[in-house]
């Protein structure tokens, strides 16, 4: 007999881990976009869909590495292109948070709660 329990909770952790690693991988590529690195970025977020990447449908899936062929064919970012790679960019990352909330794996940002204590 298999024993549920353990099954159960192993199949937690790994919803758990996927979910720790997308809130990673926005955390830390939007901490790039706002120092101005787009190029990390983009690989954030890259790296954010490979994570998740068994369990999008085949329509996303295309979806996604359409429009990372598009990003890609504009690197190396420089002067003259910046502006249209920031808004392929941004594109990229609101196709990506329909894709997560669709699979619910979104991850609403935490709150600033640094007033309420006055």
Sequence with gaps: MVDTTTSFQSSWTLAESIIQDVSAFQRIGRGAWLVGNLEKYYWNFEALV?????????????????????????????????????????????????????????????????????
């Excluded at 369990?55 to 899936?61: G, K, Q, S, T, V």
């Excluded at 996604?64 to 190396?76: G, T, V, Y």
């Excluded at 920031?86 to 990229?92: D, H, I, M, N, R």
């Design 50 to 118: 490979r994570t998740i990447n068994g369990i999008l449908d085949e329509d996303e899936r295309i979806s996604a590495r359409e429009k990372e062929h598009e990003i890609l064919s504009n690197f190396p970012i420089t002067e003259n292109n910046k502006n249209k790679v920031s808004a392929l960019l941004k594109e990229y990352e609101e196709m990506i948070i329909i894709i997560l909330h669709k699979h619910k794996l979104d991850v609403p940002p935490k709150k600033d709660m640094t007033f309420l204590g006055s």
